[in-house]
């Protein structure tokens, strides 16, 4: 049996740390090499009895912490983690703990990564047969701690899942003039990716499984205290792919003109009061 990037146990889940670092530092090269930003995608990246535990836990889910329904995210929803069964929210933190981190430091090149123990936006995303998400730059500060979101890690969770099913997670160049890579959601797949305000990606090819099964996958997100007073910050970014029918995100549009139009003081009075967007 080929061994995993990261042989976590699947009882415990616990990783020696030295293996952890080793195998991040191993694959340094090759993520900080990936264009048009740094990137990676990792197979048999975790015991794969550890995913399985996970899927076992999502037969019951209960209700989502956020649901999209619109042109740009369509029939997504998210799950906190902490409000799932008790070896998922284990294996949440077992990718928020000091070896996971060290591994992604030594695969990245940042230093001082902060795990999100809030799990803003992150935990278990679901896509329904029908939806996708558009192709986007993510937010870029995490309100609660004043951080500044660094990199995404994605886990997927769909045993025997192929291209034709659609969903595939797409890299785009910053100039959103093409498809640079794409990687199909197979099951123990991890893709990494650093974040900023022109990394431009998604899964934006509608979800088509012949049997009705959703796109699951792992999501979390790392910050660094980079974040200073001379930043602005800004919710998800959609764009639309050339010569498709993805259309133009007039919400986040109207939000950022009526911010720029008012004062502080009076926009945040008001912002609660205009319609809900990614976030």
């Given amino acids: 049996m080929t061994t995993p990037t990261l042989p976590f146990g699947a009882k415990d889940l616990t990783l020696d740390t030295a293996v952890a670092k080793a195998a991040g530092k191993a694959l340094n090269e090759k ?93 278990i995303h679901k896509v329904a047969n029908g939806g996708h998400l558009d192709i986007h730059a993510d937010f870029n500060l995490h309100k609660q701690m004043n951080v500044e979101r660094r990199l995404n890690v994605l886990i997927y969770l769909n045993k025997g899942w192929k291209e034709e099913y659609g969903s595939s997670f797409e890299v785009w160049d910053k100039e959103m003039t093409g498809k640079v890579a794409g990687f199909v959601p197979h099951f123990n797949r991890m893709c990494c990716f650093s974040t900023g305000s022109d990394t431009f990606h998604g899964n934006p090819e509608t979800v088509n499984h012949p049997d009705g099964e959703h796109r699951m996958s792992i999501a979390l997100y790392y910050y660094t205290a980079t974040w200073d007073s001379s930043r602005k910050s800004h919710t998800t970014i959609f764009r639309p792919r050339p010569n498709t029918a993805d259309q133009v995100d007039k919400l986040v549009a109207r939000r950022a003109h009526i911010e720029d139009a008012l004062p502080p003081m009076l926009y945040c009075r008001i912002a609660h009061h205009l319609p809900k967007i990614g976030l």
């Fill in 31 to 123: 993520y900080l090499g990936a264009e048009p930003y740094h990137h990676i995608c990792i197979d048999n990246f975790l015991t794969p009895e550890i995913l399985d535990g996970v899927r076992q836990d999502l037969g019951t889910l209960p209700d989502a912490e956020s649901a999209f329904d619109r042109a740009q995210e369509k029939l997504k929803t998210s799950y906190n983690p902490e409000r799932l069964p008790s070896y998922t929210r284990r294996v949440f933190h077992a990718l928020n703990s000091q070896p996971f981190i060290l591994f992604l430091e030594e695969m990245t090149g940042i230093e001082g990564l902060i795990p999100d123990p809030y799990f803003i936006g992150a935990g």
